[in-house]
């Protein structure tokens, strides 16, 4: 490798870890800042270790992480019992839990699902479920980003390096 791709992997890397940072902490995009390392590395270099067919396996499991995550979080309050309000009060929890913290991120959505939920008239069981199921959804999907964003990672670097 000469050193001009030595400092193209290594800035690629250093994006791709900001992307799997990402997959935790919402605020940064996770997933497609992964992929949008890899398809820069690609194109910089002629696509010649990371090939366009590379790139788009790693744009369908960017679209599958994606997908994942908002079904997860959808469907875990769903299937609690939980409603739209229990929805939305998970995605405020989760703004508000960004900018308050690592841990806020994740107790915020279960306490404002829990919230909000009560806020439409759902008795204290059916609202704490719909929390439980925000924090599922969350877990989940954050937890299945997290082993894609290092699959997609671990194939870049094996791909460059051997």
């Known amino acids: 490798m000469s050193l001009l791709e030595i400092f193209l992997f290594a800035g690629t890397l250093v994006i791709m870890l900001v992307g799997l940072a990402g997959v935790i902490l919402p605020v940064l995009p996770g997933i497609p800042l992964i992929f949008g390392g890899a398809l820069l590395y690609g194109a910089l270099t002629g696509f010649k270790k990371i090939t366009v067919d590379l790139i788009l396996i790693f744009a369908g499991l960017t679209a599958f992480g994606l997908m994942i995550d908002y079904l ?80 997609m990672i671990g194939i870049f670097a094996w791909r460059i390096l051997f």
């Open 72 to 151: 997860a979080n959808y469907l875990g309050v769903k299937k609690m019992g939980g409603g739209r309000a229990g929805a939305i009060g998970a995605v405020f929890g989760l703004i508000i839990g960004i900018f308050a913290g690592i841990v806020w991120i994740i107790i915020l959505p279960f306490l404002f699902a829990v919230l909000f939920e009560l806020l439409t008239g759902k008795n204290n069981m059916q609202a704490l479920k719909a929390g439980i199921g925000t924090f599922l959804g969350l877990l989940f999907g954050g937890s299945t980003k997290f082993i894609l964003g290092c699959i």
